[in-house]
């Protein structure tokens, strides 16, 4: 078969993949670019978890969505954005609209939280896409897929901000990776890095601990500084 006929076969798989109705569910359920479990999707889709199992096993082999395995479960996701430019031409062409996902996670919980050593929550999320806009972060390919690097340009800023890169690479742990954020469905950035950026934030007070809680409170002073240090707006 020549080049343009295995495209054409592949092309007809996806598409029949993606045709299926309980996949086609699953799929436009993540085209917000929040992960889910196949729990959840099978709700979603109104199949039973085994038949949902089947369902993605599928959607997965056709390249349509990958999964991500953090502790005990599994969370799926698009496979790249090419996977959400060919759901949102179909929902063009059809005139379809999608509702937003909607957590139901506690508010104080949502907000800002520690994920074991790292930012976590709607903060963590914020900094994770924020750094990657300003191309400190930069993603990984091949076999390091999933981690992160820290360019040229965010090692200056991060030293900047008191954090040696150079002295965290020489820890024995992972040094940066996109850790899945189990309110947002998105990545917040763990590792050493992640956790140095904790360590920052608390030391120099713009962010306090709540009272047994994993929970974080962004001070006054917190929302100044990462307006002015990231230009975020909190």
Not at 8 to 15: E, G, K, Q, S, V
Request: net charge positive; hydrophobic share 45%.
């Amino acid at each position: 078969m020549d080049v343009a006929r295995r495209a054409d076969a592949h092309a007809a798989r996806a598409a029949a993949a993606i045709g299926e109705p309980a996949r086609a569910c699953m799929l436009y359920c993540l085209l917000d670019g929040r992960a889910r479990t196949s729990t959840e999707l099978a709700l979603v889709a109104g199949v039973s978890p085994s038949t949902a199992s089947v369902h993605l096993h599928k959607l997965v082999a056709e390249h349509l969505t990958r999964v991500q395995v953090q502790g005990k479960h599994r969370y799926y996701s698009l496979d790249g954005p090419e996977v959400a430019d060919v759901l949102e031409a179909l929902s063009v062409f059809a005139g379809a609209t999608r509702s937003e996902f909607v957590p139901n996670t506690p508010d104080h919980l949502r907000a800002a939280r520690t994920c074991y050593d790292h930012l976590a929550g709607a903060l963590g999320v914020a900094i994770n896409d924020r750094l990657t806009t300003l191309g400190w972060i930069a993603h990984a390919h091949g076999e390091a897929a999933g981690t992160y690097e820290v360019t040229p340009r965010g090692a200056a800023a991060l030293a900047a901000l008191g954090v040696d890169v150079g002295a965290i690479k020489g820890l024995r742990r992972r040094f940066a990776f996109a850790c899945l954020d189990w309110s947002e469905r998105r990545s917040h950035l763990g590792g050493a890095v992640g956790a140095a950026l904790l360590d920052l934030a608390l030391g120099r007070k713009w962010v306090a601990r709540q009272r047994e809680s994993r929970a974080l409170t962004v001070t006054a002073l917190g929302r100044r500084s990462f307006q002015r240090e990231l230009g975020l707006q909190l």
